[in-house]
């Protein structure tokens, strides 16, 4: 079975500052790693997946598959990236994906 | 809005009844997916539809819990004698048939409470 970890609930980073969302995975086959987040009031939506290796609102991740972790980067933040982000994953060719819990991120001007 | 449309977006039952959740996919996606999160918790999965073929379920969709997708249209996600426990946000997503996995479409959900 498969495990999404996100260590951080909260995560408070000053405007202008680089920001690092945590994921770590479990699982013992090739996974699919995306990061989806969900603006205040809005619905959940996809951020950006491991395959396609884009680079999302300067938000970036690697998959490293030696440290099993798929960890968000930006180098400066924006007051609108203040959210909520889960970090997800699905074994290639699944159709389920398994959702961390989650962190918010806030954003101080 | 030509996205994923779920009503109602909240639902406030009693124990012991019954509720209806409908989910309106993106027309031209053939795959559908319910999922349940409760609060500090991500997205769990509950099942999911490839047309109107029910292909997979959870072990969190106990027998009260019912999904349909008739035409492999809209689905509807049945909750029999609900209880307090099935309070959550139900949410209903979507993707077309594409071999690589772009990820899902989701819609705004519907917030059931049991009191």
């Known amino acids: 079975a498969q495990r999404v970890t996100q260590p951080e609930k909260l995560l408070s980073v000053f405007k202008g500052a680089p920001v690092e969302l945590k994921c770590n995975y479990s699982?013992?086959?090739?996974?699919?790693l995306f990061w989806y987040v969900q603006y205040s009031r809005q619905r959940l939506q996809l951020l950006l997946r491991h395959i396609s290796r884009e680079s999302i609102k300067g938000f970036t991740a690697d998959l490293n598959k030696g440290e099993t972790s798929f960890h968000l980067k930006k180098p400066f933040a924006q007051e609108e990236d203040s959210a909520m982000y889960y970090c997800?994953?699905?074994?290639?060719?699944?159709?389920?994906?398994?959702f961390g819990t989650g962190t918010r991120l806030t954003i101080i001007p | 809005d030509t996205g994923v449309s779920q009503n109602p977006r909240h639902k406030i039952t009693k124990r012991g009844q019954n509720v209806t959740f409908r989910c309106d996919p993106i027309?031209?996606?053939?795959?559908l997916y319910w999922y349940r999160q409760t609060l500090g918790q991500g997205p769990e999965f509950l099942t999911y539809?490839?047309?109107?073929?029910?292909?997979?379920k959870s072990r969190l969709l106990s027998d009260r819990f019912s999904a349909e997708r008739p035409k492999g249209s809209f689905s509807t996600l049945e909750i029999q004698r609900t209880e307090q426990g099935d309070s959550a946000m139900y949410l209903c997503a979507s993707r077309d048939k594409t071999g690589a996995h772009y990820g899902y479409t989701f819609g705004s959900g519907t917030r059931l409470t049991v009191v």
């Open positions: 997800a994953l699905t074994p290639v060719g699944n159709e389920k994906l398994t």
């Open positions: 027309s031209e996606h053939n795959r």
């Open positions: 699982y013992s086959g090739s996974p699919e």
């Open positions: 539809f490839q047309n109107e073929a029910q292909l997979e």
